[in-house]
């Protein structure tokens, strides 16, 4: 089996695609990040690809917000409720020179620091 990539080459992200899975009350962000991107895009060529972020972005947000039980494990994660937690302290002590954000990349698999 080889492996294929995520999302192939060349792929777009449909903005109605996006609007579709996203609950209502993104709506209206969405479509304010949506046309700010494409006027930015509309007057300078090179700010496609920043169009292109936008809804990458917004799609993965999307997904996100649309599986059953997000709305339940960000509130437990905003109140500290449904632990055991830790703090990142705890979690990943960064080396002299290092980030906490580098240390947790580290201990989570990646390459920072």
Do not use: C
Not at 32 to 53: G, I, S
Request: hydrophobic content about 35%; glycine content about 10%.
């Amino acid at each position: 089996m080889s492996a294929q990539p995520a999302e192939p080459h060349g792929v777009g992200y449909d903005p109605d695609d996006i609007l579709g899975r996203l609950p209502e009350r993104h709506h209206e962000q969405f479509m304010n990040d949506y046309r700010a991107a494409m006027v930015a895009a509309a007057h300078e060529t090179w700010r496609y690809r920043e169009l292109q972020q936008v809804l990458k972005r917004w799609h993965l947000r999307a997904v996100m917000y649309s599986r059953p039980g997000h709305d339940r494990r960000a509130e437990e994660a905003r109140t500290g409720a449904g632990g055991p937690w830790a703090p990142a302290e705890d979690v990943a002590t960064p080396l002299p020179g290092m980030t906490l954000a580098d240390a947790m990349t580290r201990r989570a698999g990646g390459q920072a620091g």
